[in-house]
């Protein structure tokens, strides 16, 4: 099946930097990929939709100032969480879809995910 | 939106027997339901999927069942192993739509 790659797995920050996550699918091409956020024993939260080559779509209630997201390439999306502080220590998990010929196959392809810890 | 609810939140069961987990979602055109499974600390992992023009699939243990009528989807997990321990969840969506997902079902696998 369709790779993606998350990179990285987990990181710890002090408060008030800058954290860059990336996400890549390694053997296909995606405009379209996800970032989802997961609190422990939670679901997994809609945060984006990242779009290649155009402005990230955000659901309600996400910052977009506060969580950049860039999508420079059909196997690239980022996402920087911007003067991270200790409520955004949460799992982020990417995720796209693996397109055939045009076509959308519907399964949904996802990172390994990354743990951010803000101190 | 769509909105997709899911029961029960944590389910225990005797190992060789039968799970199922419900899930019911709000939008009729929604027409994909995968199933994901997610162990902890990792990514979660398809397991199976439906879509709208199908009421039922199987493969090996696990089987999922659609009732559009109803808006309601199932997982069903028979002869239960020790490894079948996770999180279970469901989605659903339409078209090229975000996956909107369920609240997650923790299923224990008792020895």
């Known amino acids: 099946g369709a790779v993606v790659s998350q990179h990285p797995s987990w990181v710890i920050c002090k408060s008030g930097t800058s954290v860059k996550i990336e996400c890549r699918s390694l053997d296909f091409q995606a405009t379209t990929m996800f970032w989802y956020r997961q609190f422990p024993k939670q679901s997994l939260m809609l945060m984006a939709t990242?779009?290649?080559?155009?402005?990230?779509?955000?659901e309600q209630g996400v910052e977009k100032d506060k969580f950049l997201i860039n999508h420079a390439s059909l196997t690239l999306s980022t996402l920087t969480v911007t003067s991270a502080h200790p409520e955004d220590s949460s799992f982020y998990i990417c995720?796209?879809?693996?397109?055939?010929?045009?076509?959308?196959?519907?399964?949904?392809?996802f990172g390994e995910g990354s743990r951010l810890t803000v101190l | 939106g769509e909105n997709v609810e899911q029961h029960p939140s944590t389910l225990s069961v005797q190992e060789g027997d039968s799970a199922v987990i419900k899930c019911t979602y709000s939008?009729?055109?929604?027409?994909?339901f995968p199933w994901y499974k997610q162990e902890l600390g990792k990514r979660p992992q398809l397991i199976i999927d439906?879509?709208?023009?199908?009421g039922e699939k199987k493969d090996q243990r696990i089987a999922v069942t659609l009732n559009k009528t109803a808006k309601h989807f199932s997982l069903h997990i028979t002869e239960t192993q020790p490894e079948d321990s996770a999180v279970y969840f469901c989605a659903a969506e339409w078209g090229n739509t975000p996956l909107v997902f369920g609240k997650g079902t923790r299923l224990s696998v008792i020895a």
């Open positions: 990242s779009n290649e080559g155009s402005k990230a779509t955000y």
């Open positions: 939008d009729s055109a929604s027409n994909y």
């Open positions: 439906i879509r709208s023009n199908v």
């Open positions: 995720s796209a879809r693996a397109l055939t010929g045009g076509l959308n196959t519907g399964e949904l392809f």
